[in-house]
């Protein structure tokens, strides 16, 4: 990846971040800490990997993304309007009596395949859709994205096991191994360790990354499928709450949104840290 084009996307995930932090905190609610740790990644998504329509939503042969993790959707909205599938006003009015953008990914906002958010559900159906391009003989390829709290849910198991049986390679999950989840630190509330191992042991292709840098998130995505009839697994290290210093790592930024003091100590960081970007370019 050239430097350039490092600078193009940490830019535009700042712009996302701050965005996301305006629309959670005008409706005081959601999921800031779970958006932020994925916002790089989806960058990468929609600039680089994913083939779609902006102004054909459902153009038959695009790349199909499913958010497992529905809750942390105010990041993936602000994402689709900034690619034109629908109005940047609709952000104005997420999560609030009237507009068309829920609190959780819905099927009725243009680019989002399946609502999502009760956890433990994208990983089967995006199974479903792997198998019915297979089947149906098409190109367009599935990449699911889902949270690691969703690792303690059965029906992920059985999707796990499902897509290497099935020879799915045209399925790719990304994990957002934050280390946290609703109730506190993985490690205590249900070890996942050895999590590569067992994945492999399921005849996954296991890759671990670091989710925060551009480089390797690409790098991963792009040599998907890494073998030929086995579906494909990135493990992306992230950071709950990445770029904003007092919500990183913190298991309270999974539910709290920022009052007037917060929300202006995150708005000067976010906007101190895209000036320095935009100096360097």
Same mark, same amino acid.
């Given at each position: 990846?050239?430097?350039?084009?490092?600078?193009?996307?940490?830019?535009?995930?700042?712009?996302?971040?701050?965005?996301?932090?305006?629309?959670?905190?005008?409706?005081?609610?959601?999921?800031?800490?779970?958006?932020?740790?994925?916002?790089?990644?989806?960058?990468?998504?929609?600039?680089?990997?994913? =083939?779609?329509?902006?102004?054909?939503?459902?153009?038959?042969?695009?790349?199909?993304?499913?958010?497992?993790?529905? *809750?942390?959707?105010?990041?993936?909205?602000?994402?689709?309007?900034? =690619?034109?599938?629908?109005? !940047?006003?609709?952000? /104005?009015?997420?999560?609030?009596?009237?507009?068309?953008?829920?609190? *959780?990914?819905?099927?009725?906002?243009?680019?989002?395949?399946?609502?999502?958010?009760?956890?433990? *559900?994208?990983?089967?159906?995006?199974?479903?859709?792997?198998?019915?391009?297979?089947?149906?003989? !098409?190109?367009?390829?599935?990449?699911?994205?889902?949270?690691?709290?969703?690792?303690? $849910?059965?029906?992920?198991?059985?999707?796990?096991?499902?897509?290497?049986?099935?020879?799915?390679?045209?399925?790719?999950?990304?994990?957002?191994?934050? !280390?946290?989840?609703?109730?506190?630190?993985?490690?205590?509330?249900?070890?996942? $360790?050895?999590?590569?191992?067992?994945?492999?042991?399921?005849?996954?292709?296991?890759?671990?990354?670091?989710?925060?840098?551009?480089?390797?998130? #690409?790098?991963?995505?792009?040599?998907?499928?890494?073998?030929?009839?086995?579906?494909?697994?990135?493990?992306?290290?992230?950071?709950?709450?990445?770029?904003?210093?007092?919500?990183?790592? #913190?298991?309270?930024?999974?539910?709290?949104?920022?009052? /007037?003091?917060?929300?202006?100590?995150?708005?000067?960081?976010? #906007?101190?840290?895209?000036?320095?970007?935009?100096?360097?370019?």
């Amino acid at each position: 990846m050239t430097q350039n084009q490092l600078q193009q996307f940490a830019q535009f995930a700042s712009r996302i971040r701050l965005k996301t932090l305006k629309i959670i905190t005008r409706a005081c609610a959601g999921h800031i800490g779970s958006d932020f740790s994925i916002v790089d990644i989806l960058t990468v998504l929609y600039n680089d990997i994913l =083939k779609f329509n902006a102004k054909q939503p459902n153009w038959l042969d695009r790349d199909r993304f499913i958010l497992s993790k529905g *809750h942390a959707c105010a990041c993936l909205y602000a994402i689709l309007a900034e =690619k034109g599938f629908f109005p !940047k006003s609709w952000l /104005d009015k997420f999560y609030l009596p009237g507009g068309l953008l829920p609190g *959780h990914a819905t099927h009725t906002v243009p680019g989002i395949e399946v609502s999502t958010g009760a956890l433990g *559900h994208g990983l089967p159906i995006a199974c479903g859709m792997s198998l019915a391009a297979k089947l149906d003989r !098409k190109k367009w390829r599935v990449f699911c994205l889902i949270s690691d709290g969703e690792l303690d $849910e059965g029906s992920t198991w059985e999707a796990l096991l499902f897509a290497p049986h099935h020879q799915l390679d045209n399925l790719t999950i990304i994990i957002d191994y934050n !280390k946290i989840q609703a109730l506190g630190k993985n490690d205590k509330v249900l070890n996942l $360790e050895p999590l590569v191992d067992k994945l492999r042991a399921f005849n996954w292709q296991v890759r671990e990354i670091d989710g925060h840098n551009f480089n390797e998130i #690409k790098s991963a995505l792009i040599i998907a499928p890494v073998k030929t009839d086995s579906p494909s697994c990135i493990i992306a290290n992230t950071i709950k709450g990445k770029g904003v210093s007092f919500m990183e790592d #913190k298991l309270e930024w999974h539910y709290k949104t920022p009052n /007037d003091k917060k929300f202006e100590k995150a708005v000067k960081e976010l #906007k101190t840290q895209n000036s320095k970007l935009k100096t360097t370019t």
